[in-house]
């Protein structure tokens, strides 16, 4: 049966309203399992993915897997990851149903007012937190040489000095953790080690973490090279639904286990679309096909060993891309950014400068209002729409300075801006707050749903207490969710 409605909860009554009741009454109470309505989650991000390709896709691939999963799913057409939309925190949304003001996680390069720089003796705190490639022992290398080097992470003063790794430095639990803990096994693939970062403060909630170095080989130069390596997490999985482990050895079939895939990405990066409607290039369609037909697969392997009907299948992303229409496309150089934070106050005053078509500003003690007014004066020159600082900034993210995360100042660019160097051939980017940045796909699918499209605005964070809830597990037990008041999605 086919339905099309903007409110699943009853007439007139929104999903907004709903969620924050449905939050204050759970609050007060403590943990409880429930009777689950899945024996498996698969979890799936397409990095890149916007509700704009998805629709388009399942419109004009009648037969696709795209279209089948969304046949018995609900479509959430109004869905955003939270901003900053780089992949960390939009992975953390998934998996920990918080947003950078619990997570504590704004980007894979952001700093710390507390700890200190790799390397070093600790005496000197501050220190920029960089967890990506860099941090492998080989970063050229597709098994990364053994994964993450502790030389190279920053060090924790209150701590004995010790490494943080990407798992110490989430502040709150993660999906992977709650279902480890009631004895479930967990499964997970991406693109870096510093994936570590889905552990969890436990540093073990993923029983089988798969991640292959995508800088390796040149593997993001094309779409065809990174397809081919997101076969190999596509692999993974297989081997994970057909009762292996990612690398082929006897394991139980996880309760909870996913992957990104990171073509379409590139495609967007590389070649982008042909005009504001999303009208793909042939590399995206390329992209997109390969995902569909990788989703095929894992429907098939759910269907040979009979696990589709005890499974949850959802479809989302990360992060969108911006922008969307190549005409908007600016580059604006980064340094010239930097240089105007710079001359707006005193020297060694700019802790840490994070650019992509965002630009996120640490200061050392510096007068963030002044230099907000100071870019203020520039906006044309740094394609700048707005700057958040003071109560505006403080009410997204917390206050700087009392917690050593939180940026100085953020700076959201107009749409279609990218910072980065003057040479840069990108098309698009991410990072940002803008609506092709957050405006995701997100659809829920498994056989006993009807079909439905569903218009409230909603939030990836849901997608946390969703999955624990589909399992019979409490939505309660997930930190972020209690402290952020996030409510799971509603499936019927």
């Known amino acids: 049966m086919k339905l099309t409605r903007a409110v699943m909860l009853g007439a007139g009554l929104s999903l907004g309203l709903v969620g924050a009741a449905l939050a204050q009454t759970s609050a007060a109470q403590p943990p409880a399992a429930q009777s ?9 991000s397409v990095d890149g993915l916007h509700q704009q390709d998805l629709s388009r896709y399942v419109q004009t691939h009648l037969t696709s897997s795209l279209a089948q999963l969304s046949a018995h799913g609900l479509t959430f057409t109004a869905a955003h990851s939270p901003a900053p939309a780089d992949s960390f925190p939009g992975l953390l949304a998934l998996v920990t149903g918080g947003t950078p003001k619990s997570t504590g996680v704004y980007y894979d390069d952001s700093y710390d007012r507390t700890l200190a720089a790799p390397g070093s003796d600790c005496q000197t705190p ?3 937190l960089v967890y990506d490639e860099s941090i492998d022992r080989n970063p050229d290398a597709l098994g990364s040489g053994g994964g993450i080097d502790p030389a190279k992470l920053p060090r924790d003063p209150a701590h004995n000095c010790s490494p943080v790794y990407p798992h110490s430095a989430l502040r709150v639990n993660t999906i992977f953790e709650v279902a480890r803990a009631a004895g479930l096994n967990t499964a997970w693939a991406d693109k870096h080690p510093a994936y570590d970062l889905v552990n969890g403060p436990s540093g073990t909630g993923v029983d089988d973490l798969y ?4 800088n390796a080989g040149g593997v993001t130069d094309s779409e065809g090279q990174t397809a081919a390596y997101d076969a190999l997490k596509v692999k993974a999985v297989l081997n994970e639904l057909g009762g292996l482990s990612s690398t082929g050895k006897a394991a139980s079939v996880p309760a909870i286990l996913g992957m990104n895939f990171q073509a379409l990405s590139v495609a967007q990066k590389t070649k982008g679309y042909l005009d504001a409607a999303a009208t793909p290039t042939p590399d995206v369609a390329a992209a997109l096909d390969f995902v569909d037909t990788s989703l095929g697969q894992m429907e098939a392997s759910l269907k040979a060993h009979h696990l589709a009907g005890s499974t949850l299948i959802v479809v989302t992303a990360k992060h969108g891309q911006s922008p969307i ?11 010239a950014l930097a240089s105007a934070i710079a001359a707006a106050t005193k020297p060694g005053t700019l802790a840490q400068l994070t650019t992509d078509t965002v630009g996120l500003v640490w200061l050392k003690g510096g007068n963030a209002q002044a230099v907000a007014d100071a870019l203020n004066t520039q906006k044309d020159t740094l394609g700048i729409d707005h700057v958040l600082v003071g109560q505006a900034l403080q009410a997204m993210f917390g206050d700087p300075a009392k917690d050593p995360r939180v940026p100085d100042l953020i700076v959201v660019p107009r749409l279609g801006v990218i910072y980065t160097k003057p040479s840069a051939t990108k098309t698009a980017e991410h990072g940002g707050f803008s609506e092709d940045d957050t405006h995701v796909a997100l659809l829920v699918s498994a056989p006993n749903l009807s079909q439905a499209t569903i218009s409230t605005p909603v939030s990836t964070t849901q997608v946390a207490p969703t999955v624990l809830q589909a399992l019979g597990l409490s939505p309660q037990a997930l930190q972020a969710v209690v402290q952020e008041h996030t409510a799971a999605l509603p499936l019927k």
């Open 36 to 44: 689950p309505s899945y024996q498996h989650v698969l979890l799936i």
């Open 126 to 128: 501050g220190t920029e």
């Open 211 to 214: 991640t292959p170095e995508i």
């Open 325 to 335: 229409d190549p005409a908007l496309r600016r580059i604006v150089d980064s340094k």
